[in-house]
């Protein structure tokens, strides 16, 4: 994945040909033709080629390819978006990480452990209305990079993450690599800070500025949130509330 709902692809050909990608309705046979022209890339001398690509979560996509002769190939056989999406459907911290459509199996320590460059973690509605998770250890620092978290859409946060039985002195949650999105979420009650950014290019709240898609950052022992680091540079903030839930100040200790 390349992040924004971009995925990056790479694939062989015969030297020089173009390769014509387009997406496609769904077909149980699995070779559907193209529907909606994406893009074409060109195959270097080796046969390699890479393009980056708009494609949703469950879109599949097909190609066909041309040599200089213009010499034209049938569509090839469909491809799921590789781009996985992954429902936090419990408010516990066990390391649950089957995260199938199935209920009840996939924590956010399990989801943040299996999730890749490109993914994305959500939320069940109906679980987390309001939900509060209370970790008990470290969350997995989020080091893939273009990886979005995202809370359901209300105008106070209804993920809740809560670091009031944390056994150690760790923060809420680590962003340690870049292009990341993360909204939607309350972090609250960390020893240290509740959320640490030492990536680049990071979209912490929603780019529209509503917000039903900020953060909520309160009662942390140290800052809210914590940009660190030369390599943190790029990263923007939009329509946080940091120290106060409604009229309530609830400040961060730094």
């Known amino acids: 994945g390349a992040g924004s709902g971009n995925v990056a692809l790479t694939g062989s050909a015969c030297a020089a040909c173009t390769v014509s990608l387009y997406r496609v309705a769904a077909d149980p046979s699995g070779h559907g033709e193209g529907l909606d022209y994406i893009t074409t890339a060109t195959a270097d001398g080796g046969g390699n080629w890479n393009a980056t690509l708009p494609l949703a979560i469950g879109q599949s996509l097909t190609a066909f390819a041309k040599d200089p002769a213009n010499n034209i190939s049938e569509f090839g056989a469909n491809v799921l ?30 989801a943040l452990t299996v999730a890749g460059a490109g993914d994305s973690i959500v939320f069940d509605a109906a679980v987390f209305n309001p939900g509060v998770i209370s ?19 209300s105008a106070t946060p209804k993920v809740i993450l809560d670091g009031s039985s944390f056994d150690t002195n760790g923060e809420g949650l680590l962003l340690a690599s870049n292009g990341n999105v993360l909204s939607g979420l309350w972090v609250r009650g960390f020893a240290t800070d509740g959320v640490v950014v030492t990536g680049s290019g990071n979209h912490l709240g929603h780019s529209s ?21 030369e390599a943190a540079d790029a990263n923007q903030l939009f329509s946080h509330r940091i120290g106060t839930v409604g009229s309530s100040a609830l400040g961060n200790g730094l």
Request: charged share 15%.
């Open 81 to 110: 978006n590789p781009v996985d999406q992954f429902t936090v459907d419990r408010t516990d911290d066990a390391l649950v990480s089957t995260c199938t459509a199935a209920a009840s199996d996939c924590t956010l320590r399990g």
């Open 135 to 153: 970790p008990l250890t470290s969350l997995p620092a989020i080091t893939q990079g273009s990886l979005t978290i995202e809370g359901p859409s």
């Open 209 to 229: 500025c509503t917000p039903l898609r900020g953060l909520v950052v309160t009662g942390n022992s140290g800052w809210g949130i914590r940009i660190s680091g």
